[in-house]
């Protein structure tokens, strides 16, 4: 159901808690075929000395009439919970981070539920359920939600798959809901591939670890 990556030995204290949303092409029963990227992410949180920490994928599956899943809040806060209850989570320091489909996963779960996170990194990611390149009806709620937590958006400049104006419209609309923690980062000369990129980049691990959730908040 998921892949979990831990720091070898006992921990002393919580530990923050990194999920990754897999693409569409990680829909299935084959947890194999999703590890690449979280195993790429696992070797940046070590490079660039941002451990320990815990890093868990699920994978997305098929629904009982055999068609693509998609990420849903209501299947993600059941496995918050669980993972809440079985690892030694900081609640703190929750990051949520997804790519393709997996980026529309994390604009949407956070949108639902904000106050689990203490920060969200989509990388090039929709905004709209039916589609890459679909835009949510629910634009403007998402915009106020997320206007409550830290948010860095990846994006490749020449992505004809899930075009860029997707998270530059998301994050001009949080702006414009009074978020003051929302930014965008274009490389001009990637497309849909950019996730490559943004999993090797220091940026992604300093500005995401960098993020701790006010307790206070609600």
């Known amino acids: 159901e998921y892949l979990v990556y831990v720091p070898p030995g006992e921990p002393n204290a919580k530990l923050p808690l990194l999920v990754f949303l897999h693409g569409a092409g990680g829909v299935g029963l084959d947890i194999q075929q999703i ?4 195993a ?22 098929k629904t009982a009439a055999g068609e693509r899943g998609i990420w849903t809040a209501e299947d993600l806060n059941v496995l918050l919970t669980h993972l809440k209850a079985t690892l030694p989570v900081d609640e703190q320091r929750i990051y ?16 639902h539920d904000p106050h689990h996170f203490a920060a ?16 949510t009806p629910d634009l403007d709620q998402w915009a106020v939600n997320l206007a409550k937590i830290p948010v860095y ?14 998270s530059e419209r998301m994050i001009n609309a949080i702006r414009q809901a009074g978020g003051k923690e929302a930014k ?14 943004v999993v090797a980049d220091r940026d992604y691990y300093d ?5 701790k959730r006010d307790p206070s908040r609600p």
Not at 35 to 38: E, T, Y
Not at 124 to 132: D, S, T
Not at 153 to 166: E, I
């Open 207 to 211: 500005w995401l670890f960098a993020q």
């Open 96 to 111: 949520l981070s997804g790519i393709s489909m997996g980026g529309y996963g994390t604009w949407a779960w956070a949108a």
């Open 35 to 38: 590890k690449a990227r979280p």
């Open 120 to 135: 969200i990194a989509p990388i090039v990611g929709g905004i709209g359920r039916e589609g890459a390149k679909a835009i």
């Open 153 to 166: 958006a990846f994006v490749g400049a020449l992505d004809t798959t899930v075009p860029p104006d997707r």
């Open 184 to 197: 965008l980062k274009v490389y001009p000369n990637e497309g849909h591939g950019a996730g490559r990129v």
């Open 40 to 61: 790429d992410i696992w070797q940046g949180v070590n490079k660039f000395g941002k451990g320990p920490c815990l890093i868990v994928a699920p994978q997305c599956v």
